[in-house]
């Protein structure tokens, strides 16, 4: 898609999920992907404060394989080797992390070396060499170095299901190719980011909302995401992975967030029919997707097909509010948040002077209500001081593993005050603490609103809340 291939061309030039409760999503991890603001502007840090404003919970960067590694590592497991180009994304990981936001890192692109002088679209030669970069990035940003924060969340490739990012699609005789090849990929980066991380979170697909399914002359070559998806099972069905990335954009992308195409394309309206093969191909259950791409072009600000400002603002909660509505997905990321000069892709919540449109106000609004770290738990009734996970990403932009975290934890029930508390748990190195509930019994049936404000020596009076929710189950 155009987005993409601009979008490569600029940054080449220049992200624990919340329990689901059924029948909604009730946290979601939401966020912008956005390199030309937040790796390369000379303003970044700005842009960020400016996306924190904006509720943002996670941001999405693309990790270019050729970029990081122009020269073959003598040792690519090696995440200090020195033929590692890292420095932009330390120091966008550092920024993120730095202003409570988590880090989604998708992995692309094959440098020359590496698969016998093709463009980056073309798999490596050795899968090997593949699974070795991909260990090198998650242990890099593990939390076990210094100064190198935790990354949760990880994707591998960028819209598999188009031969613009992953080729061929098809071979000589037309016959399909390129999701068994994704298997194969997909499997080697897992093996790598577990192998560097074995924390982290690892989404494959990252599939386009539409495709052809055939060859046609003078065309690049595409598959549909549910016959891409489905051939990818087929060729390994017991691939590893922890979530499904889809790219759900309208076709064309002026169209509304309820578009209804014909599947197996998928657009937000075909998540429920996508969901239950996704379940039949992997043979698993309740299979996670994450919205790793979404936005809606501006007519005003550059793209005549777009649509207007009220327009945009209007699909971008709707497009929001129909996520929200799916049990399963657990992130949504739009595609971008500033409008920018090296970009032709006009869909940023911010003009290119930086200029809020009506879109941002919607945007801040939802993120709020969704917010990731504000997780709700599903807790066994009757069960006495439970202990709950509490995302705390700040505190360790100036803090080391093992500190440990003072809480007060007040728990309620329909406004009245249930438990109080005040315990004491080591940061973890994923930027985590485990928080017991003392004098708390949940009840089978009933929902409870906890209140946990935390403080630590190193961070510098900065107290942390989060409002958790509890069900009795």
């Known amino acids: 898609m155009k987005r993409s291939i601009r979008f490569l061309l600029a940054a080449s030039a220049a992200m624990l999920l919340a329990p689901s409760v059924a029948g909604a999503s009730p946290r979601m991890h939401v966020g912008f992907h956005d390199d030309p603001n937040f790796r390369y502007e ?31 590592p003598a040792n690519a497991s090696n995440p200090f080797d020195r033929a590692y180009r890292f420095n932009d994304l330390d120091e966008l990981v550092r920024n993120a992390q730095a202003r409570d936001i988590e880090v989604l890192i998708t992995i692309w692109g094959t440098p020359k070396w590496a698969n016998g002088g093709k463009t980056p679209n073309f798999l490596p030669t050795r899968m090997s060499d593949l699974t070795a970069f991909s260990r090198a990035v998650a242990s890099r940003y593990s939390g076990r170095f210094a100064g190198f924060p935790f990354v949760r969340f990880y994707s591998v490739w960028n819209e598999s299901n188009l031969q613009l990012f992953l080729a061929p699609q098809f071979d000589a005789a037309g016959r399909s190719v390129g999701p068994r090849n994704y298997a194969r990929l997909a499997a080697a980066a897992y093996s790598g980011i577990k192998a560097g991380n074995p924390l982290a979170k690892v989404a494959v697909g990252s599939t386009s909302s539409a495709g052809r399914d055939k060859v046609l002359a003078g065309k ?30 309208p076709v064309p992308v002026n169209q509304k967030p309820t578009q209804l195409v014909r599947y197996p394309n998928v657009t937000l309206k075909s998540f429920p029919r996508f969901e239950r093969d996704l379940d039949k191909w992997f043979k698993r259950k309740n299979v996670r997707i994450w919205i790793t791409e979404y936005g809606h072009e501006v007519r005003q600000d550059g793209e005549p097909q777009g649509v207007s400002r009220a327009t945009q603002a209007s699909y971008a909660a709707q497009a929001l509010a129909l996520a929200r509505q799916d049990p399963r997905t657990d992130m949504f990321i739009w595609f971008v948040f500033r409008d920018h000069a090296t970009s032709e892709w006009q869909s ?25 770290r504000n997780a709700t738990f599903n807790l066994r009734g009757g069960v006495a001081n439970p202990t709950v996970t509490v995302a705390l990403r700040q505190y360790a932009a100036g803090s080391k593993p093992g500190e440990r975290v003072g809480f007060n934890v007040k728990v309620y029930e329909k406004g009245k005050l249930v438990a109080d508390a005040q315990p004491a748990s080591p940061l973890a190195r994923d930027a985590t603490a485990k928080v017991r509930l003392l004098g708390f019994r949940p009840l089978k049936g009933r929902t409870y609103s906890v209140r946990v404000d935390a403080n630590i020596f190193s961070g510098g009076g900065v107290v942390l809340r989060r409002t958790l929710t509890v069900v009795g189950v």
Request: proline letters at 8%; zero cysteines; hydrophobic letters at 40%.
């Open 42 to 72: 000379e303003r970044r840090a700005l842009m960020l404060d400016q996306a924190r404003a904006a509720n943002t919970t996670i941001v999405r960067t693309l990790v270019t394989w050729p970029n990081v590694a122009p020269t073959r």
């Open 220 to 249: 690049s070559a595409t598959h549909s995401p549910g016959r891409f998806a489905q051939l990818v099972a087929a060729a390994n069905p017991r691939l590893k992975f922890d979530a499904w990335a889809q790219h759900p954009y």
């Open 348 to 372: 940023g919540l911010r003009t290119r002077s930086g200029a809020p449109k009506p879109s941002l106000a919607r945007f801040t609004t939802f993120a709020r209500t969704v917010d990731a």
